[in-house]
Nanobody, 117 residues
Framework: VQLQASGGGYVQAGGSLRLSCVAYGTTFSSYHTAWYRQAPGKRRELVARFSSGGSTNYADSVKGRFVISRDNADNTVYLQMSSLKPEDTGIYFC????????????WGRGTLVTVSS
């Protein structure tokens, strides 16, 4: 299983970006999928999660600004980020966890998001 994330870039505060993560070698419908981020000097943190059943949850810091969605037909999970702030800067990673067994989980390589003030 491979996860390939893309869509990161450089944007000014207040701008928007959409991240994509495509899964190869499996089908997303059987997985909980999520986006994490890691800012310089900080621990990796959960940003948003899309469960195998379709429920979503978000970190408090991004509620109302970010939206996670998933297209099972294309094996792709998205993160639409709006009203970006400098503190959103970091490497964004997608993650997939098999809904029946947490031991089967996978990370993408990450995509860098830089938000300037």
């Amino acid at each position: 299983v491979q996860l390939q994330a893309s869509g990161g870039g450089y944007v000014q505060a207040g701008g928007s970006l959409r991240l994509s993560c495509v899964a190869y070698g499996t089908t997303f419908s059987s997985y909980h999928t999520a986006w994490y981020r890691q800012a310089p000097g900080k621990r990796r943190e959960l940003v948003a999660r899309f469960s195998s059943g379709g429920s979503t949850n978000y970190a408090d810091s991004v509620k109302g600004r970010f939206v996670i969605s998933r297209d099972n037909a294309d094996n792709t999970v998205y993160l639409q980020m709006s009203s970006l702030k400098p503190e959103d800067t970091g490497i964004y990673f997608c993650h997939a966890e098999y809904y029946r067994n947490k031991g089967y989980n996978y990370w993408g390589r990450g995509t860098l998001v830089t938000v300037s003030s």
